[in-house]
């Protein structure tokens, strides 16, 4: 087992902050919806009759088997032409973006496969903030992507509709409060930013 399957993504019995994530964007999305980098299937145990994934990574690809969900092995940095064009109402890439020496060719086909109307969102660090915090912990990562770079590859992609935001900043015991306050995201992030807490992501919501 690798520490991408093993530890950064390993499988979970308990999926509601992934269930509270696709809320928050994809709630009245009936699908099909492709999580690309899907790692072992978190995300798409929330809704497993309308998301599938992508993923490269072997180890992470024979958990999602085993979960029973509807996976393929690809390569996001030369195969992306094989998925079919238009066929998607969304598509998910949590933490995914940044490991590519070139972005432009992965958001170009992100455009492409989406249905007219349909969205992506698309989760990087927060970056120049993580730069100095935690980026290069992952000798994987390639880019650092900002919220200008973010912008220009999205219309460069040929999206029209585009927004970019920090996300708020999870932490033990954020999770209980949420389900028991009924916590939206919008409200989290107010509050941090009055106490001056970064998010640790960004989140680009684009739409074709």
């Given amino acids: 087992m690798s520490y991408y399957s093993k530890v950064q993504y390993k499988e979970k019995t308990n999926t509601w902050f992934e269930s509270y994530y696709f809320d928050r964007w994809f709630k009245n999305n009936s699908g099909p919806i492709l999580d690309m980098g899907c790692a072992t299937g978190n995300f798409i145990a929330t809704h497993p009759d309308i998301i599938e994934g992508i993923e490269y990574d072997e180890d992470s690809l024979q958990i999602c088997r085993q979960r029973g969900f509807k996976v393929k092995?690809?390569?996001?940095?030369?195969?992306?032409?094989?998925?079919?064009?238009?066929?998607?109402?969304?598509?998910?890439?949590?933490?995914?973006?940044?490991?590519?020496?070139?972005?432009?060719?992965?958001?170009?086909?992100?455009?492409?496969?989406?249905?007219?109307?349909?969205?992506?969102?698309?989760?990087?660090?927060?970056?120049?903030?993580?730069?100095?915090?935690?980026?290069?912990?992952?000798?994987?990562?390639?880019?650092?992507?900002?919220?200008?770079?973010?912008?220009?590859?999205?219309?460069?992609?040929?999206?029209?509709?585009?927004?970019?935001?920090?996300?708020?900043?999870?932490?033990?015991?954020?999770?209980?409060?949420?389900?028991i306050f009924k916590l939206s995201p919008k409200f989290i992030s107010k509050i941090q930013k009055i106490f001056f807490i970064s998010g640790l992501t960004l989140v680009m919501e684009v739409k074709k």
């Fill in 73 to 179: 092995k690809l390569d996001v940095v030369k195969e992306l032409d094989s998925l079919a064009e238009a066929h998607y109402s969304a598509v998910y890439a949590k933490q995914l973006i940044e490991h590519l020496a070139n972005p432009l060719y992965f958001m170009r086909h992100v455009h492409r496969i989406l249905k007219s109307g349909g969205q992506a969102v698309i989760l990087t660090p927060n970056c120049p903030y993580a730069l100095n915090k935690f980026f290069w912990d992952d000798y994987t990562h390639v880019r650092p992507l900002t919220r200008i770079s973010l912008e220009r590859l999205a219309l460069d992609a040929g999206f029209k509709e585009i927004k970019i935001y920090e996300d708020f900043r999870c932490f033990t015991g954020l999770g209980k409060l949420i389900r």
